[in-house]
């Protein structure tokens, strides 16, 4: 028999959870609420009036919407492609612009941020047509809940809009792209998909759900 003792095992590394990405989640759970408020605010005034919700929603350029809708829905693909980019630690290209496939995060977060701008654009516009045939936020109780619950979701993709300069910013003021710059552009786009994910709720019960 041997007489040296068995060497115990080392003990395996624990991973600690990011906490910037945790503290990040924990607010998107609180904004998750609010968000569920003005869904209550909504069904409960469709409760109330219900004759507003046969002669209201005529008023929708349905294409238009649609098109505003996919756009913000595929701007969430473009923001993951980032991520995988941030990931690896690439911030920019390693080719011509046309090489899609040798973008970095920077160039996937320019075109996202583009796709939202015209999401935000558009819906101004389409709030401006509103206007013009008569809906206004205090013309009638469907007015009300309809401007308030797109106007918020509104305010935040323009906050999501103001998150991906900054990322974009630090990524050409960083001397290196390293953990912090990939970790600011991965929770930057937990914020991107909530807002996505929020507005395909609030298209479904306000555009479809008549």
């Known amino acids: 028999m041997s007489s040296t003792a068995a060497l115990p095992h080392a003990p395996a590394a624990v991973n600690r959870p990011d906490p910037v990405s945790?503290?990040?989640?924990?607010?998107?759970?609180?904004?998750?609420?609010?968000?569920?408020?003005?869904?209550?605010?909504?069904?409960?005034?469709?409760?109330?009036?219900?004759?507003?919700?046969?002669?209201?929603p005529q008023l929708f350029n349905m294409p238009?919407?649609?098109?505003?809708?996919?756009?913000?829905?595929?701007?969430s693909l473009t923001c993951q492609f980032g991520v995988f980019a941030a990931e690896r630690y690439q911030k920019a290209r390693t080719g011509s612009l046309l090489q899609v496939n040798r973008w970095?995060?920077?160039?996937?977060?320019?075109?996202?941020?583009?796709?939202?701008?015209?999401?935000?654009s558009g819906q101004v516009f389409e709030y401006a047509e509103l206007v013009h045939e008569g809906l206004t936020i205090s013309s009638t109780p469907y007015g009300s809940v309809f401007y308030?619950?797109?106007?918020?979701?509104?305010?935040?993709?323009?906050?999501?809009?103001?998150?991906?300069?900054?990322?974009?910013?630090?990524?050409?003021?960083?001397?290196?792209?390293?953990?912090?710059?990939?970790?600011s552009a991965v929770v930057t786009s937990y914020y991107w998909h909530f807002v996505d994910v929020v507005w395909i709720g609030l298209f479904f019960i306000i555009y479809i759900l008549r």
Do not use: C, D, K
């Open 22 to 56: 945790v503290g990040t989640i924990v607010w998107l759970s609180s904004e998750l609420m609010f968000f569920a408020g003005l869904f209550a605010m909504y069904f409960t005034v469709r409760a109330v009036v219900p004759e507003l919700w046969q002669t209201e």
């Open 148 to 183: 308030m619950a797109t106007g918020f979701h509104g305010l935040h993709v323009t906050a999501g809009l103001l998150a991906f300069l900054l990322v974009i910013g630090r990524s050409f003021a960083a001397r290196r792209f390293g953990h912090q710059e990939a970790t």
């Open 64 to 75: 238009f919407a649609i098109t505003n809708t996919t756009i913000l829905v595929l701007s």
């Open 104 to 120: 970095g995060m920077r160039e996937w977060y320019v075109l996202t941020y583009l796709m939202g701008a015209f999401f935000v």
